[in-house]
Nanobody, 129 residues
Framework: QVRVVESGGGLVQAGGSLRLSCAASGHTFRVYAMAWFRQTPGREREFVAAVSWASGFTYYADSVKGRFTISRDSAKSTEYLQMNSLKPEDTAIYHC??????????????????????WGQGTQVTVSS
């Protein structure tokens, strides 16, 4: 079994930066991909970014391309989300997710919630204008 725990959220002014971390523990050799999703009240959880664990290939939502960078440190079983040029509309709870079933290898699953079976509790990111 794999557990993931996020850290690094907080309050920042528009235009500022934050870095989120997500540490995986347990049977981390089963991790095939890790991702970030975000959610605001009254809206569905949306995909932000993902990284394939073996290849390091990265995937981004159009809304964050050029501003956010996802990366992973395999030795530490940790993924990071560097968020620059933050906007008020980036305000959300950011959830870390891991795929331990290889689901993200198929189709567009790497962009979808159903591609991931391990989820963190989330960390709040608030961007003030």
């Amino acid at each position: 079994q794999v557990r993931v725990v996020e850290s690094g959220g907080g309050l920042v002014q528009a235009g500022g930066s934050l870095r989120l971390s997500c540490a995986a523990s347990g049977h981390t050799f089963r991790v095939y991909a890790m991702a970030w999703f975000r959610q605001t009240p009254g809206r569905e959880r949306e995909f932000v970014a993902a990284v394939s664990w073996a290849s390091g290939f990265t995937y981004y939502a159009d809304s964050v391309k050029g501003r956010f960078t996802i990366s992973r440190d395999s030795a530490k079983s940790t993924e990071y989300l560097q968020m620059n040029s933050l906007k008020p509309e980036d305000t959300a709870i950011y959830h870390c997710a891991a795929d331990t079933r290889k689901t993200t290898y198929y189709g567009d699953s790497i962009y979808l919630e159903d591609g991931y079976d391990c989820w963190g509790q989330g960390t709040q990111v608030t961007v003030s204008s």
